[in-house]
C-alpha cells in the first residue's frame, strides 16, 4: 500500500504514488464513504467523527471503495457525493444516447458560472475500473476527464441549445460590452465591473459573451 501522510494545514491526505505524490481532501473521502455506505447499506463503512482527518479514516475510504469494486453497482455509472439527482439521470441519458451536451459548471451555491470554455462540449462518457465516473469526451477524441459533476450548474442539448437541466440556483452570467481603450484589443467582456477576456472585434466578443450565457457556440468562433 503507498505511504500516506497527512497535510492538516490543507485538510488532506498526501499519497505517494510512484515518482510523485496525490492528494484527497479529508472531506471528498469522508464524503465518498459515506455515500458508498449509504447505497450498499453497510453502516460499518461510513466515518465517524473519530474517523474525519485520521489515517483510519483514509483506510475507511479504501475500504468502501473495495465493498463497491465488489458489488453489483461497480457496473455503474457513479456520481461525485453531491450530484442532483437529476443532473445524474440527465447525465446517463446523455450517455446512453450518445448526445452531444454543452456543461455549464459553478458554484451550486450560489448559481454563479465558472466561464470555462475548455472541457464543456462533447458526449458523455464513462470511466473504467472500480469507480465508473461520467467523462466528457470532446469530438474526435476517445478518452475525456472526470467531470465535477456535483458543480453542474446546467446542460445543455447542442443541437437545440434546450437545456437538458438548470440547477435551481443557476443564473445566468452577467456580462456586458465595453470599448477598452486598447488598439490591440478593442473590446472587453466584463462580469459586473472586472475583465474577464478581451477581443479584437466586438463579434468575438458578442460571441464569447453568448457562450458563456448558454448558447451553443463554437468556442473556435471567438478564440
Known amino acids: 500500500m503507498n505511504k500516506v501522510s497527512i497535510n ?5 491526505y498526501v499519497i505517494e504514488c510512484g515518482e510523485g505524490y496525490t492528494c484527497l ?57 453531491g450530484t442532483d439527482a437529476k443532473a445524474a439521470r440527465v447525465l446517463e441519458s446523455c450517455r446512453t444516447h450518445e448526445r ?3 456543461l455549464i459548471l459553478g458554484d451550486t451555491s450560489t448559481g454563479e458560472p465558472w466561464l470555462e470554455e ?10 473504467t475500473g472500480s469507480l465508473k465516473v461520467p ?3 470532446e469530438p474526435g477524441e476517445h478518452g475525456g476527464c472526470a467531470i465535477l459533476c456535483a ?15 438548470r440547477h435551481a440556483a443557476y443564473r445566468e452570467a452577467d456580462l456586458s460590452i465595453k470599448p477598452s481603450g486598447d488598439a490591440d484589443r478593442s473590446w472587453n467582456v466584463l462580469r459586473r465591473e ?12 458578442g460571441a464569447y ?12 468562433v471567438f478564440r
Request: aromatic share 12%.
Open 8 to 12: 492538516a494545514a490543507q485538510q488532506r
Open 25 to 81: 481532501g479529508f472531506a471528498n473521502a469522508r464524503d465518498h464513504a459515506n455515500q458508498i455506505a449509504s447505497k450498499l447499506s453497510r453502516a460499518n463503512l461510513a466515518f465517524t467523527d473519530e474517523d474525519y482527518a485520521t489515517l483510519a479514516g483514509y483506510d475507511k475510504y479504501l475500504k468502501a471503495i473495495q465493498a463497491w469494486s465488489q458489488s453489483p453497482l461497480t457496473r455503474t455509472t457513479y456520481f461525485d457525493p
Open 100 to 102: 452531444k451536451v454543452r
Open 118 to 127: 475548455h472541457d464543456v462540449i462533447g458526449r458523455i462518457g464513462r470511466s
Open 135 to 137: 467523462l466528457l469526451i
Open 151 to 165: 458543480c453542474l450548474l446546467a446542460i445543455v442539448d447542442w443541437e437545440s441549445g434546450d437545456f437538458l437541466y
Open 194 to 205: 472586472e475583465v474577464v477576456a478581451s477581443f479584437r472585434d466586438i463579434g468575438k466578443a
Open 209 to 220: 459573451l453568448a457562450f458563456m450565457r448558454g448558447a451553443t457556440i463554437e468556442p473556435r
